[in-house]
């Protein structure tokens, strides 16, 4: 008798996770009640909050580091300006609110450590059946205030939807500091077929307005759904991992005095690849640290293993101004750049600005 193969709930296939038969397999699994549980709650709406899952001492270490590496200049470090979102070198002093750190963990061993605290490892290990590969990161010291968006459309991966993002909250969020929020259960939306045939939206074949139908059917959706949309006010040290096609972005800034300072990281499991080892084949490379593989897009351990020296040596890979964007940390499509137009900046700051209503009144931790 021919064995059964489980469907899933996209044509793009997925984790465990994203099968029909979920809920048998964590009987099969034998998971604890602490797995079960999160499993229970990622599949159906998304998300998990791994509350103080890193501890106040980690994130301190990781924030010195940052500090000094503005305050002084760290040519290790690459990091992009919210003004041009240029890839440079933080070879000299600069303003840390108007920056954001682009892989932190390849310069800042405190990074990777975050990123490597039990509670998120062990549950990436779980839904990916496989350890985890980081393969790009963020850092954050204000809002993105970006619109309602799934991280499938701008990150790719080799297969869409074995992927996971965290962010890690490095300081208490405050009401009016551009909290990320997110729409539970908009995970099992159907598919948004790019093209006909794919998860990720390119500029060049989709053009603008197809982004914006896209990006209107998010908010459209939210509005309708039961759950509305939550806000993560996360206390220092809170976790939130969620699912590749979970609808999330910045709220509107309303306090310009406030920071919201976050470390975020995209996986994927190691039995796949991030897109850019197959256009970029001389960055596919992997390091390990303590089971937690990491490569990156902007530094090339090849020549750095060749020099075998340090980061005033490394290679900087430059990146696309126009697909860096917010808190789902940029293409990795590699287009040629493109300017954005001046009616899709409108149509952002608008959404922006429409979900202050939609997210009002229901702010909570998840």
């Not at 968006?149 to 890690?168: F, G, M, R």
């Not at 500091?177 to 908009?186: C, D, I, K, N, V």
């Not at 699912?243 to 919201?260: E, F, K, V, Y």
Request: net charge negative.
């Amino acid at each position: 008798m021919q064995e059964e193969v489980p469907s899933f709930h996209s044509k793009y296939g997925g984790l465990w996770i994203d099968r029909s038969d979920w809920q048998q397999e964590i009987q099969a699994r034998g998971l604890n009640l602490q797995q079960k549980a999160q499993v229970e709650k990622f599949a159906s709406d998304g998300y998990i909050i791994l509350e103080g899952a890193a501890s106040h001492e980690l994130v301190d270490a990781f924030q010195q580091r940052i500090e000094t590496s503005f305050r002084d200049g760290n040519s290790d470090i690459i990091y992009q300006s919210h003004r041009d979102y240029i890839t440079k070198r933080l070879d000299h002093p600069a303003d840390r609110m108007g920056g954001r750190v682009l892989d932190a963990f390849v310069a800042l061993p405190q990074a990777l450590d975050l990123f490597h605290v039990p509670a998120l490892f062990d549950f990436l290990r779980l839904i990916f059946d496989a350890d985890p590969l980081l393969f790009q990161s963020l850092s954050f010291d204000q809002g993105s205030q970006q619109g309602l968006h799934q991280d499938t459309a701008y990150v790719v991966v080799q297969q869409p939807l074995q992927l996971a993002a965290c962010w890690i909250a490095l300081e208490d969020v405050q009401p009016g500091s551009g909290e990320l929020f997110y729409a539970p259960g908009s995970h099992r939306l159907p598919d948004w077929n790019f093209g006909g045939d794919r998860k990720h939206w390119s500029m060049d074949e989709d053009g603008q307005e197809t982004h914006n139908l896209w990006g209107a059917h998010l908010v459209e959706n939210a509005q309708k759904s039961a759950k509305g949309v939550e806000c993560f006010l996360a206390k220092k040290g809170d976790i939130l991992v969620w699912h590749a096609d979970l609808a999330h972005g910045g709220s509107a800034i309303t306090n310009p005095q406030l920071t919201r300072q976050s470390l975020v990281g995209h996986f994927c499991p190691q039995t796949t690849e991030p897109y850019f080892f197959s256009t970029h084949p001389h960055l596919a490379k992997v390091r390990f640290h303590k089971g937690l593989g990491y490569c990156s897009q902007h530094y090339n351990f090849a020549e750095m293993d060749a020099a075998n020296v340090g980061g005033d040596n490394e290679s900087v890979e430059g990146d696309d101004p126009s697909t860096m964007s917010g808190d789902v940390a940029g293409s990795v499509n590699r287009e040629p750049p493109a300017p954005v137009p001046a009616d899709a900046l409108n149509w952002k700051r608008r959404l922006a600005r429409g979900f202050r209503q939609l997210v009002g009144g229901r702010a909570r931790g998840g």
